[in-house]
């Protein structure tokens, strides 16, 4: 009988898989009640990616082709409804396990059914601290953004407000299906958000955080990465407006409090750069998304004034 599943989305992920499933296997301490599936959002590299997958695992590791790239939530949905667990795990493919959590986890959701969702620490490569957890958009960004260093270096989690890094944690499989599930409109970016706040109008001080709990999440920062094009921060903006939408806000609001969000990341540059750390570039690059907000914001309320 399994009692934990693992889902992974992959999409072009073939430099990363391998890694990963290695690492779930190393630290696994529940044995064959572990459940590995592997959702592929229609990759380039699918095919020898799956065969190697199987001749390395054989069926330790269910392997699901989808026929399109339906996004984040659409990937884990689909793993979801294929697990036999009650436990699940989401994981990115660029995560490394570097603890044993499995048990725990599993013996948590058995003697406490109050509990629908367990996070893990997250880590960056080196062991530096990674962000674990982020602050929900439904709190003003003046006030989450600075609350989000002190609670980063306190290792502080508030579940009322804060919700775990979608790049692995785990869920109760009954809870979650509650609640629906992911959310397939939102493609990518703020899944985590909007799952939060759903499970805290059903489940309320039902989330908690497992410190002891380890990972190492490969993702670059955001300043180590600058997309000409936007492609990240529009995908980001896109999703935060259905979110307000579901709030009942509205695309302005939703704009206007990633405008807010800009202008502290921008001072925070500043303040880098001053002292002789920061980054010129990225912060020219954060000016530049933070003009296209402003002609966002410009647009809608020309449309609202018509």
Known sequence: MKKLAVIIVTYNSENHIYDCLKSLFEFNDIGDALEVIVVDNCSKDYKPMSLKIGALYGDKVMVIANDKNGGYGYGNNVGIKASSAPVIMIMNPDVRLISSVFKVMCDIFEN?????????????PGLRYGYS???????????????????????????????????CFCMSKTAFEKIGLFDENIFLYHEEDD??????????????????????????????????????????????ILIFLKRGLSELDAVNWELKKFNMLILKEKLLCILGVGNIDYLNYLENWKKNLREKIMVLRSIINR
């Open 195 to 240: 799952v939060h706040q759903r499970l805290r109008k059903q489940h309320k001080n039902k989330i908690i955080y497992l410190r002891s709990g380890k990972y190492v999440h490969l993702h670059l920062p955001s300043k180590e990465i600058i997309d000409k094009n936007y492609t990240t921060y529009n995908r980001g903006l896109r999703s935060l």
């Open 133 to 167: 957890f982020s602050w929900s958009t439904s709190v003003h960004p003046y006030i989450s953004m600075p609350l989000l260093a002190l609670t980063k270096r306190l290792d502080l989690f508030i579940p009322q407000y804060m919700y775990f890094s979608g790049s």
């Open 112 to 124: 406490r059914p109050d509990v629908v969702q367990i996070g893990l620490k997250q880590l960056y």
